[in-house]
């Protein structure tokens, strides 16, 4: 008869896997659990190790060996897996059994059970005098624990009794219906976790293993991402009902009376649960945030890339762009179209500084996109930079072509000057005219030749090198015609100017004018003698100097502060040497050429004593490095038999540079009229003071760094102050900081306002360029209300107001009136610039022509305008500065008009005086009263007075304050 299959052989064929990776089921082993022969899991030892019963049944020998593995297997799954790593407890009841009985039921659990057993207590009564349980430990050779326990009583010294049934002496009633139905619940629970987790698992893996990097659209990774995400959230909606599930079935089997295996089991799936949705969860976020980083870096990439190929259309643009004309219209006209071209191309530099910041930002948040965010942000600044570069190149030479027409403009209107003199002086008696007064105008209208920017072919070509690839052939046959021009009526000049003092000298009333005083005489001899002695002691002493210290100095170990030490000294040793000092014993005691040999060289003075002066500060401390005590040093001055040490020396060339004015001035007082020079003299004493001033002025250039070329020349610095200044924008509805206060130290040139960052190194004040202002289209206000120590300047036509506060109310003050100076001068030479290029009347002598120190942006300011009708004095007051028109044709939203009827005006009261800087602005006297007409930008107003003359203009907002509103009866009508 064939054996009966076994419930383990039948779970194995029907889910077609072997024995040893069965997947057992509650099913499985339903009758095996009814029958008992294994007690319900549900308790632990005291040690904490999960217990197991084997109560004594009769049917444990009938059970098939693999039907009982398969109970074992089920119930060990039960427990928990974190509560099964200490091993199990066993419990074997064969108190009315025998010891074979024994044996065999230990045999057969021991060697079936498929966990880790720590423990097992063997219920028997063991005969007397029949110690077996040692031989049982003989035979078996277990690692574990054998505890013979002769009655249930001694259980309890092991096992809580509430883990123990009746039978076995303990309190927990054992109802196998109850538990069954419980543990269909934890099944089921069980089966839900796993499945959910193995889901969660695949999610992450999937995750995992997505290269965002591969998706190049920023369409693909959002359609990516909000995949995922649908998919997260519908995950962590089943985690979450599953939790609620699992939480309600605790509170339920509070009433089933599930035991503590089972309460522990779902327990732990929760706990799991939550760990496995935690990691989930930080995966998710994680990746999901490189979603939203891999879209910002797609969205920069893609606006570099546009903003890239922008600029490369915006070059060609620029490249396609004139530097040069034909005529002033033409140039003027050039400017214009580079001016909107700048304005157009601005929006992109606007926009690559803003995603340069934005990518800046995408770096600090995203470290990993450093490497490829920080070239292209790179990139972006210098697109801008060569944008600006190209724009500056052509203004530049536009620029310089403006000087040209402006020059040779000049030049005719003073060749036509000259030459309508020298007709008139030729047609009127000689006789009625006095000698003495030609020559005084004669020497005038020289001088003014000096002023003009082209006087030669050599102040052409050094002054128009950077254009000179670009002047056309026919604007170099007007430019030589022009100084053949010049070279013809200077000669003519010259020779009439002989003429007239070959005349005067002959005239004996004129001889004995010009003679009638010998002590002038004498003592223009002695200066003379003084100028040329102390001259030849100048030169000895720097070809001392040089050879006595720097020559020996060079050859020895401090050879190298050498250079510092000296500067440019040789130089300024061969000028004089080989230049000024014989060109001065050549003219012995002719003071006209004296003076001419002073205006001829200014420029080489400049040159040399300005880089020399430069030089001073490195030359101090190199000196005081080495030490003046120096044994090298003090030799060296032994042996030229000093009585002064070398710094006194180094400080030669400067205190020889100012005698030179002193004597010049003496020489001019010493002599009277035009025969001794008195002209030429007093011009070349006025070039001196400009060499020195300039030199002093060098002193204050040199040391601010990072100066762009743009700005040169400066022009003379005029004055300087340290301020607290604030940058505010009021074209907004609120005023917007750009920055907080800084302190700057603000340098006043003739052409530019210069804002530094003041700094000391080494001892040694230097300034760090950080913006600057051009003068001529300043506005100011230095009335502040309630704030004494305050002033405020723009720019005309930008809404930007910087207000500057000084150290005490006296410094602002100080500041305030030379930058007003400044200011109504610039406008001044603007204005006469303006009445010249307008006005085609014939160039007299009291017409001046224009320096050649004019800054080139000033001029271009006076062009733009050249379209405007200039204003006359009668009704100056009626029109606008053309920067307000520009700023209220900008856009509506900038310019408020007030009401038309003249008795609505709102009324002003004048705080304090202001001065009009052009003759569109109003001047104001403090206790006025004027009425608002319109509101414009960067603080100005466009008001009336209300007493006569009832004039209108603009005028700073802050120098008003409004007056009482007085109730009116409206007239109905």
């Not at 003076?595 to 880089?611: G, M, P, Q, T, V």
């Not at 009021?730 to 800084?742: M, T």
């Not at 120590?789 to 005309?796: A, C």
């Amino acid at each position: 008869m064939s054996r009966p299959m076994s419930r383990a052989a039948s779970a194995s064929t029907s889910s077609g896997e072997p024995s040893g990776g069965l997947q057992v089921h509650l099913r499985d082993c339903e009758n095996l659990i009814r029958n008992r022969i294994v007690g319900l899991p549900g308790g632990f030892t005291k040690s904490g190790h999960p217990l197991l019963m084997f109560p004594d049944n009769y049917r444990f020998h009938e059970v098939l060996e693999s039907d009982l593995h398969l109970l074992l297997k089920y119930y060990i799954s039960v427990v928990p897996r974190a509560e099964q790593m200490p091993g199990f407890a066993i419990v074997i009841d064969r108190r009315n059994g025998t010891w074979q009985e024994i044996q065999g039921v230990f045999s057969k659990i021991i060697s079936l059970f498929p966990a880790r057993i720590k423990e097992v207590f063997l219920l028997y009564k063991y005969p007397a005098g029949k110690p077996v349980l040692g031989q049982l430990v003989d035979d078996y050779l277990l690692d574990f624990d054998i505890f013979h326990v002769s009655h249930v009583t001694e259980l309890l010294h092991y096992i809580d009794a509430k883990y123990l049934s009746n039978e076995m002496g303990g309190s927990n009633p054992t109802d196998v219906d109850t538990w069954l139905n419980v543990q269909q619940h934890v099944d089921s629970f069980t089966i839900s976790a796993t499945k959910i987790a193995k889901r969660l698992a695949t999610f992450v893996k999937i995750l995992n293993q997505e290269d965002i990097s591969q998706h190049k659209n920023k369409d693909k990774i959002q359609e990516v991402a909000e995949k995922n995400r649908s998919c997260y959230r519908r995950l962590r909606t089943e985690l979450e009902d599953l939790t609620e599930q699992g939480v309600f079935m605790l509170g339920k089997f509070q009433e089933e009376g599930a035991n503590v295996m089972q309460k522990l089991a779902v327990q732990m799936l929760c706990y799991q649960l939550d760990n496995t949705w935690q990691y989930f969860t930080r995966t998710f976020k994680m990746q999901d945030h490189l979603y939203v980083q891999y879209v910002e870096l797609n969205v920069f990439q893609n606006e570099f890339r546009d903003l890239s190929n922008k600029f490369n259309e915006n070059e060609k643009i620029i490249l396609r762009l004139e530097m040069s004309g034909s005529c002033l219209e033409e140039v003027n006209a050039e400017l214009d179209k580079l001016d909107s071209v700048m304005e157009a191309l601005s929006v992109d530099a606007l926009k690559a500084k803003k995603l340069a910041k934005a990518g800046h930002q995408l770096i600090s948040e995203h470290a990993f996109a450093r490497d490829c965010l920080e070239p292209k942000c790179f990139e972006l600044k210098m697109m801008c930079k060569r944008q600006e570069v190209l724009f500056l190149e052509r203004r530049s030479a536009l620029l310089k072509f403006l000087d040209l027409f402006d020059g040779l403009e000049n030049v005719s209107k003073w060749c036509t000057t000259v030459t309508q003199h020298l007709n008139r002086d030729q047609d009127m008696d000689q006789g009625d005219q006095d000698v003495l007064s030609q020559i005084r105008q004669i020497d005038y209208l020289l001088s003014k030749s000096r002023d003009l920017k082209i006087k030669s072919r050599v102040d052409f070509e050094e002054d128009f090198d950077d254009i000179k690839d670009l002047i056309s052939p026919k604007t170099l046959f007007m430019v030589d015609d022009k100084l053949n021009q010049i070279d013809e009526v200077k000669q003519e000049v010259i020779d009439r100017r002989e003429m007239l003092r070959e005349k005067a000298s002959k005239d004996p009333n004129i001889s004995t004018a010009c003679e009638n005083s010998d002590d002038l005489a004498v003592r223009r001899e002695k200066i003379l003698e003084e100028l040329l002695s102390t001259e030849e002691k100048y030169v000895e002493d720097l070809h001392s100097v040089l050879a006595g210290y720097r020559d020996r100095l060079e050859s020895s170990s401090i050879g190298l502060k050498s250079l510092a030490m000296f500067g440019n000294m040789e130089d300024i040793y061969v000028f004089h040497s080989q230049c000024l000092l014989p060109e001065l014993e050549r003219c012995g005691a002719n003071t006209q050429m004296i003076a001419k040999i002073f205006i001829d060289y200014s420029d080489d003075l400049n040159r040399l004593y300005c880089r020399y002066c430069q030089n001073m500060e490195n030359a101090r401390f190199a000196v005081s490095e080495v030490g003046e005590n120096n044994p090298l040093i003090l030799n060296c001055q032994k042996e030229l038999g000093h009585q002064l040490p070398l710094s006194s020396y180094l400080l030669k060339p400067v205190q020889r540079l100012t005698k030179y004015q002193l004597l010049l001035k003496d020489l001019s007082d010493s002599s009277l009229n035009a025969l001794c020079g008195r002209f030429e003299l007093e011009e070349s004493f006025e070039s001196m003071l400009s060499v020195i001033k300039a030199v002093n002025d060098s002193l204050h250039q040199v040391n601010i760094r990072g100066l762009p070329e743009v700005l040169h020349p400066l022009g003379s610095l005029i004055c300087q102050e340290s301020f607290s200044v604030l940058t505010e924008n009021k074209s907004q509805s609120q005023i917007l900081f750009r920055n907080s206060k800084q302190r700057r130290h603000v340098l006043l040139y003739e052409n530019h306002l210069i804002f530094c960052k003041q700094f000391t190194e080494k001892g040694v004040t230097s300034y760090q360029f950080k913006f600057s202002l051009t003068v001529p289209n300043l506005g100011m206000s230095s009335i502040i209300k309630g704030e004494e120590k305050k002033m405020e300047i723009w720019l005309s036509g930008q809404p930007d107001i910087y207000s500057l506060e000084g150290k005490t109310a006296k410094a602002k003050d100080d500041f305030a009136i030379e930058l007003r100076k400044m200011i109504l001068k610039e406008k001044e030479n603007t204005n006469t610039r303006l009445a010249r290029m307008s006005h085609s009347a014939v160039y007299n002598e009291s017409m001046s022509t224009t320096s050649g120190s004019e800054s080139a942006r000033s001029r271009r300011s006076a062009f733009s305008n050249r379209s405007k009708s200039l204003d006359q004095e009668g009704n100056k007051n009626s029109y606008r500065s053309r920067s307000l028109d520009m700023c209220h044709e900008k856009s509506s939203s900038e310019a408020e008009l007030v009401d038309n009827d003249s008795s609505s005006f709102p009324k002003y009261h004048v705080l304090a005086d202001y001065m009009a800087l052009t003759g569109r602005e109003l001047n104001l006297q403090e206790g006025e009263s004027v009425q608002l007409i319109k509101i414009g930008c960067a603080g100005w107003w466009y008001v009336r007075l209300t007493a006569y003359p009832f004039s209108e203009g603009w005028a700073p907002s802050t120098y008003l304050e409004k007056l009482p509103v007085r109730n009116k009866t409206l007239d109905r009508r």
